[in-house]
Structure formats: structure tokens, C-alpha cells
């Protein structure tokens, strides 16, 4: 259950990210066929942003954040580790923001 609301809330705050509907209709007749409404045919056919970043869907929203990785750095001859954070990208940033989150800097 925790999950399922966990998607639906990521979705709802990405949804400036992703494909999905940022106003969807209000369905009179739940039989009857859904009607996408012109903002999403537009937001579908762009396949961009206004900043000309692309739409992506949730799963690879995801997959995108996945690559913001902490790597560590050993420099040779010393037993000294550095750790260092990916940069972000714009949607990496973006996408913590719409939900307001810092981009974490350690792993607990």
C-alpha cells in the first residue's frame, strides 16, 4: 500500500517531467473511451519541454536518476579516499525540487 502511494505521489509531482497529464479531464462516463485533452496531445507530440529538455516517463525518469552516483576516489600511492558526486543534470535537479528534496551528498 505505502508503494502504491509512493508512485502516485511521484507521479503527481513529475508529472512536469514526464509524459503524464498535469490536468487530467474529469471523466463524466467511466465506460466510456478516454479523450486525451489537447494540452497532452501537445505535451505528446513536442516530446520537449519548454527548456527543450525531453519528457521521459516515470520509468526513465528513474532510470535517469540512477546515474547521479557518489563514486570513490583513491588517489595512488596513498590510502586516502575522496568521495565525489556526479553533477546533476538540469532534470536530475529539477526533479528533487519538484518533490523538496536536496540532492543527497552522502549515503547514511
Not at 479523450?35 to 516530446?47: E, G, M, T, Y
Not at 529538455?53 to 586516502?80: C, F, K, M, V, W
Request: proline letters at 11%; aromatic letters at 6%.
Amino acid at each position: 500500500m505505502l508503494a502504491c502511494y509512493l508512485v502516485w505521489h511521484l507521479r503527481q509531482a513529475w508529472a512536469p517531467l514526464t509524459f503524464t497529464d498535469q490536468h487530467p479531464p474529469q471523466r463524466d462516463n467511466p465506460v466510456a473511451p478516454a479523450q486525451r485533452p489537447a494540452a497532452a496531445q501537445h505535451k505528446a507530440s513536442r516530446q520537449r519541454d519548454p527548456h527543450g529538455n525531453p519528457y521521459r516517463s516515470i520509468r526513465g525518469l528513474l532510470e535517469h536518476l540512477a546515474t547521479l552516483t557518489r563514486n570513490q576516489i583513491r588517489i595512488t600511492g596513498t590510502d586516502t579516499d575522496l568521495p565525489m558526486l556526479a553533477e546533476a543534470t538540469p532534470d536530475q535537479r529539477a526533479a528533487f525540487e519538484l518533490i523538496d528534496a536536496p540532492i543527497p551528498l552522502t549515503l547514511r
